[in-house]
């Protein structure tokens, strides 16, 4: 019981130092007085931080006294997976959202201690201290993570299966949910500038420094859960449409408007009702996908089950997009711009059509996501929207994102002349027809792919200009330093980033060769030019699981794909790929059956192994691992955009 009351009590401080801390920012405002609410945020964070950390002492010593560790503990899991067991449940996983959420509220209050006394802080503190405590009340009552376990028990049920079977789990979640938790200050900051009516000041650009670190985090989490779903769920894809990705990515394209919409707003003064409609559109996604995946109304292997904070969380949601609309209705008309976009070709213009193309995808994305809902609640019956639905619209949307990105990096403000843009555009856009020769001469025939590479090398030549641009200009002041604080510097590196991305997508879904092959011990094949031999079965007996391995050889490279049954939960069965991985190509193993009929009972077992031949799914995937490293050059280039800026005016 003891846990449970310290768990409970350092939840109550929580709770109780994001209130005082509200009412504390709202007395000063009131009295026009310098505010103290950040010793209140402190508590609060030491409150979220002390609950979590009595958590994981629970997870890590398999206290099955609370019953979330007996019902995802067991003293056979690894410590690993022990400690990511709190985020592996509905109750545990808002302890991360609140100590993420306290946590980011401390340091913008921290980083902003100089400006303490200004009415846009005190009123963002207010915003940022009501989504914590929004949180930890719900943990004070409908997912309360510090129930006592009446029964007295000694094992556990463990994690599930697909939690204890890549360490991904460890960092995927949390930059997950850093994303997420992320966009609050922005939202906060935007609802602070309508309620003050102070949007002509510096406070646009600090939406966008915080915004630029949630994306980056966020960014780099859908990429690590695709390559998680990669390595685990054993069909040798990476994004399925499922509605708990498109969760996660709506937000993500939002803020992608947001993030380039709003360089227009700081130089020429444009779009200012458009952004704050975006910061806040952006923090509502959040919502909404937390009340997806938490309420148990979306069927997916990413969800969580079924709970009773549906009807909360879609009630906060209202409440965000009702404030928020108030408030742009109340200020509109004050906000608007007394200009507009000079040309359509202008770089105002392009960042306008960037913007288009990303609200009306994420517009698709939802409508993709909750018309299955919506029919359900209004026939009684059940329909999907699958894959087809959303590749139509995110084929020829990728080629118009990648010929911006080859465009707008190089025109100019208010006007478009042609002969600058191509002097500006001549060398990268010979590269690029060099390169789509070479492809016709080596016999790459598909249209995707020749696009594809064309305008990557046009987006990447933009990029790597802009970039030496930079690199010139710091060379000439005799400092490399300045190259970092450069504006455009992260930018442009997450450009290439989503350059190398883009290639990998397009090269592995469309050269990927997909085939069954049924081979006895011994025997070997040859599967799109990788020579696949099967020499064996291996048995692993162990606390955590049992696994039926198969020794396979991939051109000299061993691989184990596997049936693994894990301990805990019923006996939970998955299949366990082996992925032989390089820069040019995956091979993408998996262990389909016993036998050429795909049936394991025709199965001989000698001396506890089986005997015979064996069913292997066999995927060869060109250039995939260009995606995962796309995506880690998104994260580095959105990190130093975020450092940059704060070093830079900083200094200034």
Sequence with gaps: MIVTWLGRAALYVCFVGAVGGVIEQARALRAHRT????????????GIAAAVGVMEFALVTHNFALAYVAENNATFT????????????LEGSLMLWVLLQSAITFGVLLYYRRDRDSPVVGWAAIVLLCVGAFFTFLMMGPADPFIHNAAHVLQ???????LQDNPLVAVHPPLLYLGFVGFSVPFAFAIAMLVTGRVHERWPLEQRRWTVLAWGSLSLGIVLGAWWSYQVLGWGGFWGWDPVENAALLPWLTATAYIHSVIVQDRRGLFRVWNLSLAIATFALTILGTFFTRSGVLVSVHAFSSSTLGPILIGFFFVVVVVGASLLAWRGDRLRAPVGVDHPLSREGLFVAN??????????????????????????????????????VAAPLSVLLLVLMAIAPLVSWRSADAKVLWARTRVSAWTAILSVVVLLVAGVRRPAEVIAVFLAVLAAGAALRTLR??????????????VLRAPSTGGMIVHLGVVVLALGIVTSTTYVTRSEVTLATGQRTVVDGQLVSFDGFHNINDALKSATQLKVSVDGHQLRPAITTFNGRGGTTVGTPAIDSNLARDVYVTFDAVGGTGNTSGAQVQSGLPTGSVVLGVTVEPLLAWLWLGGIVIGLGSALSFFRRRYSEDVT
């Design 156 to 162: 556990g049920a463990g994690p599930n299966a697909l």
């Design 469 to 482: 641009g930079s690199l010139v200009a710091a060379l000439r002041r005799g400092s490399w330093r300045s």
């Design 35 to 46: 505010s103290h609410v950040r010793w209140w945020a402190l508590g609060a964070l030491g």
């Design 355 to 392: 913007n288009i193309l990303f609200v009306g995808f994420a517009i698709v994305v939802l409508l993709g996501t909750v018309f299955p809902l919506l029919y359900q609640a209004i026939n009684g019956t059940q329909v999907t929207v699958g894959t087809p639905y959303f590749a139509t």
């Design 78 to 89: 690894p410590l690993l997976y022990s400690i990511t067991g709190l985020w592996s449940a």
